[in-house]
Every structure is written in structure tokens, then in C-alpha cells.
């Protein structure tokens, strides 16, 4: 009978060598593309106040890959929305990278990648599992409209909340480049 520890050494160097099989993210040159949208919502089952769907909609948009520099005004909104209040309109302002191909490589602003995003409660924080029908209103409002490809949908909404799940690919600004970007520039010591 071998011992344990011979098999360990073996079982390492095939993990090391399955992890250095994935393939890595493929870096493209892109540039900021702007959007202007006016989502228009309609009968949602519950009123969200301006300050509720302004975060709502930032971090679904930070998630899409959007620069944080955005424009997010939300009308009707809330008890003073009136009649209107359930169904409230966002107007976005934004920009996504755009990939960038042949000569027109030149006017390169960002590195980025495809990845894979997804939606569900709590992914953006923001998202609760009572924002269902909102999510689901966005998945055919917002998404259609922009450069993503919506792979998976799963809404079950009730009247107690329910679940979502949206996953979609979107290029975004490469990971690296965006921490370094936001980085606060270095201040020398004395």
C-alpha cells in the first residue's frame, strides 16, 4: 500500500497543470462609448423611492462595465410620484468601452475584456430578491438597448418578492488597468 503522501505531489502538479490550462481573458483596445437612455418602468409591484432606483440603477450599470462617471435622474418616482409612482422613469447617461477593430485601433482609450456578469439578489448589493419585476423590466428595457448579450434569465416573481437571475456578457475595462486608473496618484514622503 503507497503511502498518502506520494499521491499528494501528483494530485498538486494536475491542478497546477488544469489551472494553467484555462484559457485567459482576451484583451482587446476599445474606447468610451456614450449612451443616453430614458427607461420607462411600468405597474412594478412595489414604489421605490429616487434615492432606491438612482443606487439601483448605478450598480447595475458599474456591473455592465459602465465608467463611474454617469448621469442617473429618476422621475415619478417614490410617494411624491403620485399615481406614477409605480411606474417611474430613469434617465441614464454613460459610457461602456466599445471594442475597437483595424485602423481604427488607433483611437484606443482602455484595454478590455468579455466576461461574464450576472444579477440576483444581493449581486449588486443593491439588488433584493422584492426587485424581481424591476430586474426583469430592465432585462427587456435597458439590456436590448446596449452591447450585451444576455445568456441567462431566470425570473420567478411573486407577490412576496421572489428570485432573479439575469447573466449576460459585456466587455469591460480590463481589471488591471480600471484599479490602476482609480488609484490615487502616490504622494512622495519627506
Known amino acids: 500500500m503507497r503511502p498518502v503522501r506520494s499521491v499528494l505531489p501528483c494530485l498538486a502538479l494536475l491542478l ?13 483596445p476599445a474606447e468610451w462609448r456614450s449612451f443616453d437612455i430614458i427607461v420607462t418602468l411600468q405597474a ?6 429616487c434615492d432606491d ?10 456591473t455592465l462595465g459602465a465608467r463611474a462617471y454617469m448621469t442617473v435622474t429618476p422621475y415619478h418616482c417614490g410617494a411624491s410620484g ?3 409612482g409605480r411606474s417611474p422613469s430613469v434617465h441614464v447617461q454613460f459610457q461602456l468601452p466599445q471594442p475597437l477593430h483595424g485602423d481604427a485601433t488607433r483611437y484606443e482609450q482602455i484595454s478590455a475584456v468579455t ?3 450576472r ?6 448589493p443593491t439588488l433584493k430578491a422584492g426587485d424581481c419585476e424591476l430586474v426583469r ?3 427587456s428595457v435597458l439590456f436590448d438597448a446596449l452591447p450585451v448579450r444576455v445568456t441567462t434569465t431566470d425570473f420567478s416573481c411573486q407577490a412576496d418578492g421572489g428570485s ?10 480590463q481589471p488591471e488597468q480600471a484599479a490602476t486608473a482609480s488609484a490615487p496618484p502616490a504622494t512622495p514622503h519627506p
Open 115 to 117: 466576461r461574464t456578469i
Open 44 to 49: 412594478l409591484p412595489a414604489t421605490y423611492s
Open 82 to 84: 403620485g399615481s406614477q
Open 137 to 139: 423590466q430592465l432585462r
Open 16 to 28: 497546477t497543470a488544469a489551472a494553467g490550462a484555462a484559457t485567459p481573458a482576451v484583451t482587446v
Open 119 to 124: 444579477l440576483k439578489p444581493g449581486t449588486p
Open 53 to 62: 432606483l438612482w443606487y439601483k440603477f448605478r450598480d447595475v450599470l458599474l
Open 164 to 173: 432573479f437571475v439575469l447573466a449576460a456578457e459585456a466587455v469591460v475595462e
